[in-house]
């Protein structure tokens, strides 16, 4: 059933981005902040689920899977408004008297694949950096991690906003289904295999 819901998912996501509603920074700041209460208010859930995947200690999964997304985020809300501001630079001789700056806009519609070795540090980290640039995401965690990846896909719409943040679980049926959609851009971490063929993938909408 998910497989034939990715389709309308990712054209839901595309139709809040169009709306604009990603684009403000108070969004994006009030998403962040909801992020890191996410991860907060679940250190110990986040931390058993990775240990139930991998046998991870509970100090090491600290480590990597709370404090570096958590770090992101910090950092982020450190520097957004700054990073968000147009920037201005000189205007070619060519174009006088005009006046020219450099504006940051979203992208539009990231998918984020999650690895299994770090489930929850590379689909956070990488969802905060999008939700940073005012992006709608689709996240798709490792099937590889069963018990991360149920808890992200239960929590996720719990604290984020669900019409600009999705999560879709599943093996290789929901990632070709996925990887058949148009993104505007895709965020992996992994192996080369799977590499070459998100690669092909991205290559026909020249993502």
């Known amino acids: 059933m998910i497989v034939e819901q990715i389709p309308e998912w990712v054209e839901h996501l595309r139709t809040s981005f169009d709306s604009g509603r990603t684009r403000p920074i108070s969004w994006r700041i009030g998403q962040l902040k909801a992020l890191r209460a996410l991860i907060k208010d679940h250190e110990d859930e986040i931390c058993a689920a ?90 798709k965690p490792s099937e590889l991690a069963p018990n991360a990846s149920a808890l992200m896909n239960k929590l996720v719409p719990q604290y984020l906003d669900k019409d600009c943040i999705k999560v879709v679980e599943g093996g290789i049926p929901e990632s070709t289904a996925l990887l058949a959609e148009r993104f505007d851009h895709i965020v992996y971490t992994g192996g080369e295999a799977v590499a070459r063929i998100v690669m092909e993938a991205a290559a026909k909408h020249l993502t």
């Open 50 to 139: 990775v240990q139930a995947d991998m046998g991870r200690p509970h100090t090491e999964s600290f480590i990597a899977e709370i404090g570096a997304p958590l770090s992101e985020i910090e950092h982020i809300l450190k520097n957004l408004a700054s990073w968000v501001r147009n920037e201005h630079v000189a205007s070619p001789l060519a174009n006088f008297p005009s006046r020219s700056y450099i504006q940051r806009d979203p992208l539009g519609v990231l998918l984020i694949i999650g690895p299994w070795n770090y489930p929850i540090q590379l689909l956070l980290t990488p969802l905060a950096d999008a939700i940073a640039a005012g992006n709608c995401v689709l996240m």
